[in-house]
């Protein structure tokens, strides 16, 4: 059986959490990048996948917009993680 971990990373866009998304990449992770700045998110996700980072199911959305991290995904996540 094959079975891949997922990360859900804020602020993915730059700085740490992209270098955090680099770095997972070599473990094998699935990348769900988060960030308010859609453009700058896109062109990070591009760049990651280029990379060979898988990456699923970008999220643009500013702090307290809930609806948008409504996702299945995150709904998934936080039932498994008890948040």
Not at 17 to 27: G, N, P, Q, S
Not at 50 to 76: D, N
């Amino acid at each position: 059986m094959s079975f891949h971990q997922s990360v859900i990373i804020t602020g993915a866009a730059s700085g740490i959490a992209y270098a955090a998304a680099e770095l997972l990449r070599a473990d094998g992770w699935t990348i769900v990048p988060v960030d308010r700045d859609a453009d700058a998110l896109s062109e990070a996700c591009d760049k990651l996948k280029e990379q060979g980072v898988r990456v699923t199911q970008r999220i643009a959305a500013a702090p307290g917009s809930r609806s948008r991290l409504r996702s299945p995904l995150c709904r998934r996540a936080s039932r498994s993680t008890g948040m």
